[in-house]
């Protein structure tokens, strides 16, 4: 699919990544920082999805943008909703929303607690048809592609906050993804990766250094960058120890 701002489409999925309701899923805010927002339309397949190709695009779209380390794979909720009501689950989808524990190690946009709850979207199915098991989840989970958070990884996270609350989850401290790419991989910080099942999110998104993507959120910030076609700031810097991995600095002490 092209990846074209105004093309941009909708998984069902994004119920999750927003944690919203199915009927204003994955709606940018208007006149975010100013800026107006993308055309989006409403389909309801898995191959479609909301797509940003440059850091300017994340961080406009961002409630919070923070690096934080895993520490907890919590339960599974059902983020999909009930269209006449939102407060209540979807009637027949489930929507695997897998809850996980984030210690949040610096925040370069927006505010937080020192702890957040982030949901991962990992596929979805029709309830009335089984009764779900760890098996079953897994099962879903492949077909749809997903590439999992994983506790004790540390990732950089563009969020949007939830509107509602789940079960014993209140909306302020939840969160989800904000569409393709959300999750950065910062384990290790001179090979920052995009977490993402779509090889073409690649092609704005290569693997660099951490150094270069704060940059470029700090060139957001102060309206430097506004191209839609380069994910990172030309000139794109590469460094010989990302592909050989012989540096693995340490994860970011936390803020006070």
Not at 16 to 35: F, I
Not at 107 to 135: H, S
Not at 140 to 152: D, Q
Not at 213 to 222: E, H, L, P, T, Y
Request: net charge negative.
């Amino acid at each position: 699919m092209s990846l074209t701002k105004l093309s941009k489409t909708v998984y069902f999925l994004i119920i999750l990544l927003v944690v919203t309701s199915c009927t204003n899923v994955g709606l940018p805010k208007e006149g975010r920082n100013g800026n107006a927002s993308p055309t989006v339309s409403y389909n309801i397949v898995r191959e479609s999805q909301i797509v940003y190709r440059s850091i300017n695009e994340l961080f406009l779209e961002s409630d919070l943008i923070v690096t934080g380390k895993v520490v907890a794979e919590k339960e599974i909720i059902n983020t999909a909703r009930d269209p006449d009501d939102n407060k209540k689950e979807h009637p027949t989808m489930f929507s695997i929303g897998q809850i996980y524990e984030v210690e949040i190690g610096s925040i370069l946009q927006g505010k937080a607690p020192k702890t957040i709850y982030v949901v991962q979207y990992q596929g979805t199915f029709n309830k009335n048809e089984i009764v779900p098991d760890k098996t079953y989840y897994e099962s879903i989970k492949h077909s749809f592609n997903i590439i999992p958070m994983t506790v004790g990884s540390s990732y950089l996270m563009y969020l949007r906050s939830s509107p509602y609350s789940y079960g014993d989850y209140p909306a302020d401290i939840l969160y989800g993804g904000i569409g393709h790419p959300w999750l950065f991989d910062t384990t290790n910080l001179d090979c920052v990766s995009v977490v993402d099942s779509n090889p073409s999110i690649k092609d704005f998104f290569p693997t660099t250094s951490y150094d270069v993507i704060f940059r470029s959120i700090q060139m957001a910030k102060d309206g430097k960058n506004p191209s839609t076609d380069q994910g990172y700031p030309e000139p794109l810097e590469k460094s010989s120890f990302c592909e050989e991995g012989k540096l693995k600095r340490a994860y970011p002490e936390p803020t006070p």
